[in-house]
């Protein structure tokens, strides 16, 4: 199976007109890209996409202009699309409604990161019904029977969050986060992403190696959005920091 890279970035930071090009650029070296949807109160996200949420909502960013993005994007790529949200905004406009939306716009997968695979069942109804792809979120202290309960709600891969902890850049990957994903591989029937704290090709590469089917990267990127702001120069660092990431992919593949 072809390991991935899945790239996100907040829709809407820190313009909305930006957010298309971004995607574009990141698409160029990345299998998945993951759009999040700026949130007043993200508690998964650390403080570098906490601010992203704040930049992207100032500058009025909306969920149905989300939607927009990614049908605008379809004009350019086929590469899937995943939504990431907490539950609010998907309860506010209406479960289905919402996931109706994202199916016609042109997306192709669901994170909603807050929803307990237990109270899902509806949600999960409707997502198989408009074949909208599920993800789950993971962490190191999830029980092997609440693994394979999350594995059974995923149709799309499995989320394996590798500290604990919120979202963003560390220098180096844990102990812990290495055996939880070889804990994860003997339980889980899904391909099996990881994220929180990937940066740097070492880290893609180190996790592609250990069993990881995907790596997820999103600080690395924020970080340089939030560096360089809505310009050409911020385009080009994406598309090099993509590159480095995808590189660390492949290389962990050979092994």
Do not use: W
Request: aromatic share 10%.
């Amino acid at each position: 199976m072809e390991k991935k890279l899945v790239s996100f970035i907040v829709a809407g930071d820190p313009k909305v007109e930006a957010t298309l090009r971004f995607m574009k650029a990141l698409s160029k070296y990345s299998d998945i890209i993951e759009l999040g949807i700026p949130f007043s109160d993200p508690m998964a996200d650390g403080e570098t996409i906490q601010r992203a949420n704040v930049r992207a909502l100032k500058g009025g960013m909306k969920v149905s202009k989300v939607f927009d993005i990614i049908k605008e994007f379809r004009k350019y790529s086929s590469i899937p699309v995943v939504v990431m949200t907490y539950y609010n905004p998907v309860f506010n406009m209406g479960v289905e409604n919402f996931i109706r939306r994202l199916k016609e716009a042109g997306g192709d997968g669901l994170i909603v990161v807050d929803l307990p695979v237990e109270e899902a069942e509806n949600y999960l109804s409707i997502c198989k019904k408009y074949n909208i792809g599920t993800v789950f979120l993971a962490a190191p202290n999830t029980s092997e029977e609440r693994l394979r309960e999350i594995d059974r709600a995923c149709t799309m891969f499995l989320y394996l969050v590798s500290l604990y902890g919120t979202t963003g850049v560390r220098e180096d990957i844990s102990t812990l986060a290495l055996d939880f994903l070889k804990r994860a591989k003997k339980i889980c029937k899904n391909p099996i992403y990881v994220g929180f704290g990937v940066s740097k090709k070492e880290h893609a590469k180190r996790f592609i190696e250990a069993g990881a089917d995907g790596v997820v990267v999103g600080s690395a990127y924020v970080k340089i959005i939030e560096k360089y702001g809505d310009s050409e120069e911020t385009v080009k660092k994406l598309e090099e920091k993509c590159k480095e990431l995808k590189e660390g992919v492949l290389e962990g593949s050979k092994g």
